[in-house]
């Protein structure tokens, strides 16, 4: 699952970047597919602060009612936040698998 995780960062990182709007649909089904799964992960710990930022990213990046923001600016932050949770949240996941 780590790898769902790297597919993610490397897409949004690569979201800065204008390209065409066929990109950006793809990043939403990878995203929310992602955040599913840290979704999947965290669900049987309870109700957490990891499990309640893959909502958000869920809902802020889904397919079928999709949020749009009228300017490429103001994701530009929104992708960066989403890749660095990401990063933490798979380096958190390694560190745990390598402990146990």
Known sequence: MKN???ICVLLLLIAVLELPIVFYNILRVAITIGAFIGILFEIK??????GISFIYIM?????????????KNYWIPIDIAVALLFIIYGIKKNN???NS
């Open 4 to 6: 769902i995780f790297v």
């Open 45 to 50: 710990k309870g109700v957490n602060l990891w």
């Open 59 to 71: 809902l802020l990046l889904n397919t079928i009612l999709p949020i749009y923001l009228s300017k």
């Open 96 to 98: 745990q698998n390598l």
